[in-house]
């Protein structure tokens, strides 16, 4: 059974994407709270990373960037799932060789994503950059108040 990260940020509502990615025969690895390295990830044995956008879309964005900037991992094919279109047509100008679903789409964007990886990953350096002026919690949606582990 192929397996497959999630990467999203509400336990409660990733049940559904989990669920949805289990009947297309997939096994499923959601850590809502844990960090995870790019080693662990590439050592664990995914065939696709599926984040989720329709939660905080700019940490799913910085997620698109940190896997697709270290070498251990930017071969892995991402899939990003739901998430409101101006925002992800945003994501889609930095990172267009990933794959873009909505929710009841998910399987079938995993497997073509899986059948047909990026040969060449685009590493988009930029992301990171971008909002000239912002601090580094500022362009993450950290605010005042917030706990960060």
Do not use: C
Not at 84 to 102: G, N, R, T, W
Not at 119 to 140: D, F, L, N, W, Y
């Amino acid at each position: 059974m192929p397996r497959v990260r999630l990467y999203h940020w509400k336990a409660e509502e990733a049940r559904a994407l989990i669920a949805k990615l289990r009947a297309a025969g997939y096994e499923v690895v959601h850590k809502p709270e844990a960090r995870t390295s790019t080693r662990e990830l590439k050592e664990s044995g995914a065939v696709a990373v599926v984040i989720d956008l329709s939660r905080m879309p700019s940490h799913g964005k910085y997620v698109g960037a940190w896997l697709r900037g270290s070498k251990s991992t930017r071969h892995i094919p991402l899939v990003f799932v739901g998430g409101e279109a101006e925002k992800v047509a945003a994501i889609k100008k930095q990172l267009p060789d990933a794959m873009y679903a909505s929710v009841a789409g998910i399987a079938g964007a995993v497997k073509k994503a899986i059948a047909s990886p990026p040969r060449e990953p685009i590493v988009p350096r930029q992301m990171m950059e971008s909002a000239p002026g912002r601090t580094a919690a500022q362009k993450m949606g950290i605010r005042e108040g917030n706990v960060v582990g």
